[in-house]
């Protein structure tokens, strides 16, 4: 297989298809947003998240609903995710959200702690 690089994008050229290409870098990028606060990237400002916002907050449903939008907006910025085809499930204990996210076969899961 063959890489060629041109305005911006990446092409895969050939017939030999000796390397491979998987969904699991949409999960690896998913993680490094939700992990990513808006504006601590030195390039695309826009990238990331709030999650980090809500450490610390009271452990509440406006809490909650603030996470879940957040990683709502997450999906929503992955231009490779399709409508529908994610879901979130969210576990609230004393302490932390547990979020665990689905993107087709693949899962992440995210623990946001420290929430009082």
């Not at 911006?8 to 390397?19: E, P, S």
């Not at 491979?20 to 998240?49: C, K, M």
């Not at 994610?86 to 689905?102: F, L, P």
């Amino acid at each position: 297989m063959d890489i060629r690089y041109s305005d911006g994008n990446f092409f895969f050229t050939g017939t030999k298809r000796d390397i491979p290409i998987t969904s699991d870098h949409v999960i690896q990028n998913l993680a490094h947003r939700l992990d990513t606060t808006i504006g601590e990237h030195f390039y695309w400002t826009d990238y990331g998240t709030t999650i980090k916002k809500n450490i610390g907050e009271p452990n509440s449903p406006e809490t909650h609903l603030k996470v879940w939008s957040a990683i709502e907006d997450a999906l929503i910025q992955d231009t490779r995710i399709p409508d529908n085809s994610s879901w979130i499930q969210m576990v609230t204990t004393t302490t932390a959200i547990e979020a665990t996210v689905k993107v087709g076969d693949k899962e992440l899961t995210k623990t946001i702690g420290d929430i009082s």
